[in-house]
């Protein structure tokens, strides 16, 4: 396979990043960036999504934003994983595949992938796409890149009552 090439380069985000509520929808957004002048093809991206301190879900099997050029063939495979148990054990993280798409020519040429994800332990998720994961028609990503999903901690709901006047007539 074609070795790393300082002109590809891919950029993992989840905004927003800070503060999102155990089990509630985040964005997960992948920027593809070509510096060659000419369209790229994305030969294959696979991943699996942080699972510490507890596993990212892929909510939808649909992304919510490509665009990605498709010439014909083109695939994206969203695997959901699964959801911890109630008390918080267990559960696995979501996965992807992804391949055939072309990054457009430009200076640089970009394209972006999102879709939806869950985070269900309070903590920092923080998510690396390794060196040479994404392969592409002139080489491979010769950087890391990694993003922080922020979940945060749930308290325990209190009440406070108070009667005035404070005596109960009777």
């Known amino acids: 396979f074609p070795s790393h090439d300082t002109r590809v380069a891919i950029l993992n985000s989840f905004p927003p990043n800070n503060n999102v509520i155990p089990g ?9 960036r070509s510096s060659t002048g000419a369209p790229i093809t994305i030969t294959s ?12 879900t ?6 919510t934003k490509n665009t990605c050029g498709d010439p014909g063939g083109a ?9 911890p148990n109630s008390g918080g ?3 696995t993280s979501g996965s992807y595949s992804i391949s055939g798409f072309t990054i457009p020519a430009g200076s640089p040429g970009e394209c972006f992938i999102e879709f939806p994800v869950r985070g269900f332990v309070s ?8 060196i040479g994961d994404l392969k592409t028609s002139v080489g491979t990503n010769p950087g890391s890149t ?5 979940i945060r ?18």
Do not use: R
């Not at 509630?24 to 593809?32: E, G, K, P, V």
């Not at 901690?153 to 109960?168: R, V």
């Open 75 to 83: 695939t994206i495979i969203l695997n959901s994983g699964n959801e």
């Open 24 to 32: 509630t929808d985040s964005t997960y957004h992948l920027t593809f």
């Open 146 to 150: 990694s993003s922080t999903l922020q």
């Open 89 to 91: 054990g267990g559960g």
């Open 58 to 63: 892929i909510s939808s099997t649909t992304p």
């Open 123 to 130: 903590g920092n998720h923080t998510d690396t796409i390794n």
């Open 45 to 56: 991206l696979n991943h699996t999504l942080v699972n510490t301190p507890g596993p990212v």
């Open 153 to 170: 901690d749930f308290a325990a709901a209190t009440i406070n009552k108070s009667f005035t006047p404070n005596t109960i007539p009777g």
